[in-house]
């Protein structure tokens, strides 16, 4: 059974960082294209980062960009998001996100494009 399970999510303060981690069971961890995505509420769920299969190729949302990093570790099953300078709007759930990439390249920004999902772990920034 296919499991995405988050994890690093907390209270900090406006202006620091947290370090999110995303332990996946999936068979063979380098065929998947993974994502991050954040769910404020009463807002919709949205992108935030992308890594290709090999993690060579990363796409980011424009509001996170040089604030945020992602990264994977193929070998320990597990993708990271790094995520620096953060700001009260940025309090969500963040999700972790698994789907089989075409190849080695392509990353995926789309909800939909996504097969396997995580049950989320909420960041909490206070001002």
């Known amino acids: 059974q296919v499991q995405l399970v988050e994890s690093g999510g907390g209270l900090v303060q406006s202006g620091g960082s947290r370090r999110l981690s995303c332990a996946a069971s999936?068979?063979?961890?380098?065929?998947?294209?993974m994502g991050w995505f954040r769910q404020a509420p009463g807002k919709e769920r949205e992108f935030v980062a992308a890594s290709s299969r090999s993690g060579s190729t990363t796409d980011y949302a424009d509001a996170v960009k040089d604030r945020f990093t992602i990264s994977r570790d193929n070998a320990q099953n597990t993708m990271y998001l790094q995520l620096n300078s953060l700001k009260p709007e940025e309090t969500a759930i963040y999700y972790c996100?698994?789907?089989?990439?075409?190849?080695?390249?392509?990353?995926?920004?789309?909800?939909?494009?996504?097969?396997?999902w995580g049950q989320g772990t909420q960041v909490t920034v206070s001002s």
């Open positions: 999936l068979r063979t961890f380098s065929d998947y294209a």
């Open positions: 996100a698994a789907v089989i990439g075409s190849n080695q390249q392509s990353t995926y920004s789309r909800n939909y494009e996504y097969y396997y």
